[in-house]
């Protein structure tokens, strides 16, 4: 699962949340269901503090090129 693309898993996690909401499943199956919408929280957070950082480092060196800092 921690290969998928962010959208794939937000629209998963989507699925989870529409056939759990129905509240018709046997409570094995919520529990699946609850315990991968859980990990597909967890990865899209990673990727998210991920995406955040980049966008910080990037506005970073951008400033830095900016004022003429660039160490290159």
Do not use: P
């Amino acid at each position: 699962m921690a290969t998928r693309k962010y959208k794939t898993k937000m629209n998963r996690l989507k699925s989870i949340v529409e056939t759990m909401e129905k509240g018709d499943l046997e409570l094995e199956k919520a529990m699946a269901y609850f315990e991968e919408g859980m990990a597909l929280v967890g990865e899209c957070q990673k990727d998210l503090d991920r995406a955040e950082e980049k966008v910080t480092i990037l506005t970073q060196e951008g400033e830095k090129i900016f004022e003429g800092e660039d160490d290159d």
